[in-house]
């Protein structure tokens, strides 16, 4: 199975600032990285697509990138409502993986 | 507008058996293929199924393997889990997720709320 990490596994910016979160697989998977993000008491809700696709109807902040093994998503102003848990998952091959997560709190 | 409702969630003991529906409306139901994804307490997302549109392949988490049976109903479009087996790692909220499949990659989207599973004597 391809074991996906990400660091860091939490982090307490303030709202305006740039963030970025990194998603390491344990094999070459191309491109095929999604990210979600998951709130409390919520299901996951899809960002990020194919490492870089945002999904229709996400803000124009969330940004991803990468390929083979080193993925990043960024959120470049950070919002109130971007507090969350942000989850990546590789599709290549199965059974899919998600990372541990990395939990977004208020400072 | 795309929904989806999961329902048949509850406690169940050591070595019973449950089955999960997902109720599907807002999109042509038989030409997209779907998924189980499962989030024990506290903890991460695990992919544990997934059927394709026409229902005709079946994936599973090793995890899973031989205990939980993923179907469908295209006529009622409604998807299903059978878990039989359970054991106390199967405690989680199980969500089901309409599997977005492309030359791009592929994504869960949208998901449903989920329902409890608790496995518990």
């Known amino acids: 199975d391809i074991q996906m990490t990400q660091s860091p596994s939490s982090v307490s910016p303030s709202v305006g600032d740039r963030v970025t979160i990194t998603c390491r697989a344990s094999q070459g998977i191309g491109g095929w990285l999604t990210w979600y993000q998951q709130k409390p008491g919520k299901a996951p809700k899809l960002l990020i697509y194919a490492s870089s696709s945002l999904q229709s109807g996400v803000p124009s902040r969330f940004s991803g990138s990468g390929s083979g093994t080193d993925f990043t998503l960024t959120i470049s102003s950070l919002q109130p409502e971007d507090f969350a848990t942000y989850y990546c998952?590789?599709?290549?091959?199965?059974?899919?993986?998600f990372g541990p997560g990395t939990k977004v709190d208020i400072k | 507008e795309v929904q989806l409702v999961e329902s048949g969630g509850g406690l169940v003991q050591p070595g019973g058996s449950l089955r999960l529906s997902c109720a599907a409306s807002g999109f042509t139901f038989s030409t997209y293929a779907m998924s189980w994804v499962r989030q024990a307490p506290g903890k991460g997302l695990e992919w544990v199924s997934g059927?394709?549109?026409?229902?005709?392949?079946?994936y599973y988490a090793d995890s899973v393997k031989g205990r939980f049976t993923i179907s469908r109903d295209n006529s009622n479009n409604t998807l299903y889990f059978q878990m039989n087996s359970l054991r106390a790692e199967d405690t989680a909220v199980y969500y089901c997720?309409?599997?977005?499949?492309?030359?791009?990659?592929?994504?869960?989207?949208?998901w449903g709320q989920g329902t409890q599973v608790i496995v518990s004597s």
């Open positions: 997720a309409k599997w977005g499949i492309a030359a791009a990659g592929n994504w869960f989207d949208p």
């Open positions: 059927i394709t549109g026409s229902g005709d392949r079946t």
């Open positions: 998952q590789q599709a290549l091959s199965f059974p899919f993986t």
